[in-house]
Every structure is written in C-alpha cells, then in structure tokens.
C-alpha cells in the first residue's frame, strides 16, 4: 500500500492530448521521513510513523527531540501512524516520496473539511424554505419539531441547526490524473476535503 502525507495547494486544470480539460487538485506530497517502526514483537502490531513538514528544533518539545534524534532525521510538525502488514520492509530514516505512487490510478484522501460556524437546516441539511409571500414570517426556520404526549420528547440524531463543517473526512477512489516527482506533486481529479494549506493523508484504494 502507497501511502503519504500532504498538503492541499489548491485547484487548477490540465489538457489531455485531445484538448479535453480535466479539474485537478494540487497536493504537495512528502517527502515524509519514517520516524518510527513498530513490530508485533515489541508494540503487538505492525506499522510505522511517518512525519511531514520539518521544523525548527526551538519549536519541539524536549521528549520530542529524543525521539526524532533516535531516528536521526529533524522536527516533524505533523506526525501519522499507519498500519502495515510487513513493517521489516522499512527502515528507520528513509523517505517516502510521490514515486510511491507511481502506476496507482485510485487513491483515498482524507482531510478536515472547511469549518462553516454556525449554520442553519437550510445551509446544512439543504431544508426547504418557507414562502416569501403572504405575510409568511419563518421562511429559514425549521418549523415544529416537537412530540406529542407520547413520546413526548425529542428523538437524539434529530436533525437541527448547529456547527458544521470542520470534521474529517475521506474521499474515496479519486484518479490520479499526473505524477510531478521532481516538485513532489500529485494532481488528483476532483476536489478533496479541506481548505488551501490543509493537511491531507493520501493512500492507495
């Protein structure tokens, strides 16, 4: 299984030999240093932790500094534990890049979608309105919701307004479209979860 962490740099578009013009997401991908490698002997299970995005030894906290030390390779700003099934194929140290990826066509990206606040059923459940005429005065509310003498309560899961957005998700089988492994990008057809800058952990499907 390919894997990696990213970031999202936006959106753009490529033309194919034909001059069809397909809708692409940016991610900056890697490279991602392998931090730590767990075994079933030791931790009871096999994976390895991969970092993204170096940063200044000032900025880590002192347990920390043993730890990426240990492994000789710097500050991790962003730290990811992914399950393997042969964790002795890998070596403390090296690098995953986006060549991992090369001959995948399908891949899952997972990302913190864009935090919207506040929000109401019309903008977050996608709720009729009320008319705009005749004297009609709750045209966004979502009108009655309450029960009668039985069972005289609200069922839980009900669906009102509240936050939205801001919770992590995953697109699943979306196109690789091209592979840019001198500048360590990946265009993906379609739009993935989150807003420019986020981070984003890509695998294969």
């Given at each position: 299984?390919?894997?990696?962490i990213?970031k999202?740099?936006?959106?753009?578009?490529?033309?194919?030999e034909s001059?069809?013009?397909?809708?692409?997401?940016v991610?900056q991908?890697?490279?991602?240093?392998?931090?730590?490698?767990?075994?079933?002997?030791?931790?009871?299970?096999?994976?390895?932790?991969?970092?993204?995005?170096?940063?200044?030894?000032s900025r880590?906290?002192?347990?920390m500094?043993?730890?990426?030390?240990?492994?000789?390779?710097?500050?991790?700003?962003?730290?990811?534990?992914?399950?393997?099934?042969?964790?002795?194929?890998y070596n403390?140290?090296?690098?995953?890049?986006?060549?991992?990826?090369?001959?995948?066509?399908?891949?899952?990206?997972?990302?913190?979608?864009?935090?919207?606040?506040?929000?109401?059923?019309?903008?977050?459940?996608?709720?009729?309105?009320?008319?705009?005429?005749h004297?009609?005065?709750?045209?966004?509310?979502?009108?009655s919701?309450?029960?009668?003498?039985?069972?005289?309560?609200?069922?839980?899961?009900k669906?009102?307004?509240?936050?939205?957005?801001?919770?992590k998700?995953?697109?699943?089988?979306?196109?690789?479209?091209?592979?840019?492994?001198?500048?360590?990008?990946?265009?993906?057809?379609?739009?993935?979860?989150?807003?420019?800058?986020?981070?984003?952990?890509?695998?294969?499907?």
């Open positions: 299984m390919a894997l990696i990213g999202k740099v936006g959106m753009t578009q490529l033309f194919g001059g069809k013009v397909t809708p692409v997401s991610i991908a890697g490279p991602c240093p392998i931090v730590q490698i767990k075994t079933k002997e030791n931790e009871g299970y096999a994976a390895i932790q991969i970092g993204y995005d170096e940063k200044k030894e880590t906290p002192s347990p500094k043993g730890h990426f030390k240990k492994a000789g390779v710097p500050g991790q700003r962003i730290l990811r534990e992914v399950r393997v099934d042969n964790a002795s194929e403390v140290g090296d690098a995953i890049d986006v060549s991992v990826f090369e001959g995948v066509t399908k891949v899952h990206v997972t990302g913190v979608t864009k935090g919207r606040g506040f929000a109401g059923t019309t903008r977050r459940y996608g709720f009729s309105t009320g008319r705009g005429t004297g009609n005065n709750s045209k966004r509310e979502p009108g919701v309450g029960q009668c003498a039985t069972p005289a309560r609200i069922f839980k899961g669906r009102l307004p509240g936050r939205m957005g801001g919770v998700r995953t697109a699943r089988n979306l196109e690789v479209v091209q592979i840019d492994s001198e500048n360590n990008l990946l265009f993906i057809k379609g739009s993935i979860p989150g807003a420019n800058n986020g981070i984003v952990f890509i695998r294969t499907a």
